[in-house]
């Protein structure tokens, strides 16, 4: 059990429209709430082995629904 003992808190802003788009998905995927959601988006993200970035982007060029030179 203590392998699921959460002790890190990890806070994201989103924009109005990825909080809809998040909240959607989890809906969907019939998820209980949007840290499980996030936590399986990321989980799914940290497997896919195609994810590119451009590294001299900023932070703040990210978003949800879109990713730099999109």
Do not use: H
């Amino acid at each position: 059990m203590d392998a699921l003992k959460r002790t890190y808190r990890l806070q994201i802003m989103v924009n109005a429209e990825e909080l809809a788009v998040l909240d959607a998905w989890r809906f969907e995927k019939r998820l209980p709430n949007r840290a499980e959601a996030v936590r399986a988006l990321l989980q799914r993200c940290l497997m896919a082995k195609d994810y590119e970035t451009d590294r001299g982007a900023r932070s703040v060029e990210f978003g949800v629904l879109n990713r730099p030179g999109d």
